[in-house]
């Protein structure tokens, strides 16, 4: 396969971007990147989540910028964040201090701190709302009667109750040292569990989301119950430079799955496995399926694509796939004049071995030609 | 309860609070021309959040939160703010309003004063938030018993 440059006036590439910024102007008002940000902020989340950049403003430029396009948005905050320098490492935050907005469990109908809907609508019909047609919302829980709850409650994590009865194996061993980042190193095959789950966190929400299902479609073992699925806002903290104290800087939205996997067959003392996903932004699916493949991955398999770490680490970064996928469109005249040149050769040969070989004279056809230079 | 005059309590109050508020307090300290210099230049940045997953209770790298640092120092006082995002003037004004305080500067109980409001704002805000998702609180029932 051979690469060449290529030139097209710049002028002509200048009108086709041109064109393309034209495509978000129109006669009404220009959408804000505010309005991005308030109103659309499962694209913005998307966005951060896939470019592993918490920043809900710059994301909501970026999916201004790139029309809607979330993994074009991703690629965008990944190409900003690559011209800053890391001013430091946060804390180690520990999901339970999640100030929770919603938490489900599917697995205990009777959890400790109980079960919060929250924001949703996963109860409701998927019908479309023409009301919104006429762009005049109003707030429907104006008329609310709230009761005072004071200061949001840490909620027990369901993990903490299973391993209170035993259901669920203590840690192995501490793990000492910084955790692996792959923003920095390549990920090696096998790959460290702290490294699967950085790239999980920042996969593309589809292709998380597809591989999750193939392991459920029976393409893998692991078929879990969800212990529990939160939405809130995790503490961003820092050791102060002057005090020495830990203080928080802000907080992310995140979202949290955890799963249980029942092993009873595998092991002497039968004892849950599990599964977890944690992202950033609002998006439920992507985090439930990054904990079907956390869980799938930890089987370290090569029967089924989804617990396979190679497969999976290799196929579910939005990056890799966009990039690979998408240049197939650019030019690539050399590649396919010499595949052409390959084709005709060897039906040339071929020709001239049946004709080697025919007792007739008839002449065969001659090999369709195109007007290609072979100057390339 | 959150103390202005605490350091640490004062940098997340002023990491919470909105860019415009804080450029005013700078603008009220600078007017009198106290001599400053900067430590270091409010320029976005990046904190690698990392997060303890709760099962085998090893750390992670989640990802990448953008934040905008500075540091001044203030007719001899330092002062250092971080607010989320990329908020330059917000992070040089934080710097200056942080060592002004430091400082004993003469606009401190207004400065105070604007940051105890941010407190309570943010505690009431997220006392509301908490408060509309426990309207939310659901028991499931199971239907076993209901044949």
């Not at chain 1, 009108?15 to 659309?40: M, S, Y």
């Not at chain 1, 470019?51 to 029309?67: E, H, R, T």
């Not at chain 1, 990920?187 to 591989?211: K, N, W, Y």
Request: hydrophobic residues 35%.
């Amino acid at each position: 396969m051979g690469y060449v440059a290529v030139t097209a006036g710049e002028e002509i590439i200048e009108r086709a971007e041109q064109l393309f910024e034209k495509q978000r102007i129109d006669e009404d008002e220009e959408l804000a990147v505010d309005q991005i940000d308030g109103q659309l902020s499962r694209l913005t989340g998307q966005a951060m989540s896939e470019g592993g950049l918490y920043a809900p403003q710059l994301a909501a430029l970026a999916v201004k910028q790139a029309q809607g396009d979330t993994v074009e948005a991703a690629f965008l905050l990944r190409a900003y964040r690559s011209t800053l320098e890391r001013f430091d490492e946060t804390e180690t935050i520990e999901p339970s201090e999640m100030i929770a907005s919603r938490r489900v469990s599917p697995a205990f109908k009777d959890v400790p701190g109980g079960q919060i809907l929250g924001a949703t609508k996963d109860y409701t019909q998927r019908l479309l709302d023409f009301d919104l047609l006429n762009g005049e919302s109003t707030d429907p829980t104006a008329g609310w009667d709230i009761d005072d709850e004071g200061d949001p409650e840490e909620l027990t994590n369901v993990t903490e109750l299973l391993r209170e009865e035993g259901l669920l194996h203590d840690p192995d061993e501490p793990v000492d040292g910084e955790p692996t980042d792959t923003t920095r190193e390549s990920v090696t095959h096998p790959p460290e569990r702290d490294a699967v789950l950085q790239e999980l966190a920042r996969g593309e929400t589809g292709a998380v989301t597809a591989l999750g299902y193939s392991a459920l479609r029976g393409y893998g073992q692991v078929h879990p119950t969800l212990a529990e699925v939160r939405v809130g806002r995790l503490p961003v903290r820092i050791t102060h430079p002057y005090t020495d104290e830990e203080v928080t800087v802000t907080h992310t939205e995140v979202t949290e799955s955890e799963a249980v996997v029942p092993v009873y067959e595998k092991r002497t003392d039968p004892q849950f496995a599990f599964g977890y996903g944690l992202t950033f932004g609002r998006n439920e699916r992507k985090a439930i399926g990054m904990t079907v493949l956390d869980a799938s991955i930890q089987l370290d398999s090569e029967d089924e694509p989804a617990e396979s770490p190679e497969f999976v680490l290799d196929t579910v970064d939005g990056m890799d796939s966009f990039g690979f996928i998408e240049h197939l469109k650019l030019p690539h005249y050399v590649t396919f004049q010499s595949i052409l040149d390959r084709i005709r050769s060897i039906r040339k040969r071929q020709q001239a071995g049946e004709e080697n070989n025919s007792p007739s004279d008839e002449q065969p056809a001659e090999p369709p030609t195109t007007g290609a230079s072979d100057d390339d | 309860m959150v103390d202005p005059h605490d350091r640490s309590d004062r940098f997340e109050l002023i990491a919470a609070c909105e860019e415009a508020t804080l450029a005013r307090f700078a603008n009220d300290v600078l007017e009198a021309d106290p001599p400053l210099s900067v430590r270091q230049e409010p320029r976005p940045q990046l904190l690698m959040q990392q997060v303890q997953e709760p099962v085998q209770r090893r750390p992670f790298n989640l990802g990448e939160v953008l934040v905008t640092p500075a540091e001044v120092e203030l007719d001899g006082a330092r002062g250092f703010a971080m607010l989320p995002g990329k908020a330059e003037r917000g992070a040089l004004s934080g710097a200056i309003v942080d060592a002004a305080v430091a400082g004993g500067h003469e606009e401190t109980p207004s400065i105070v004063a604007g940051l105890e409001e941010v407190a309570d704002r943010r505690r009431e805000q997220r006392q509301r938030e908490w408060a509309e998702s426990k309207h939310t609180a659901v028991e499931f029932e199971t239907m076993e018993d209901q044949e």
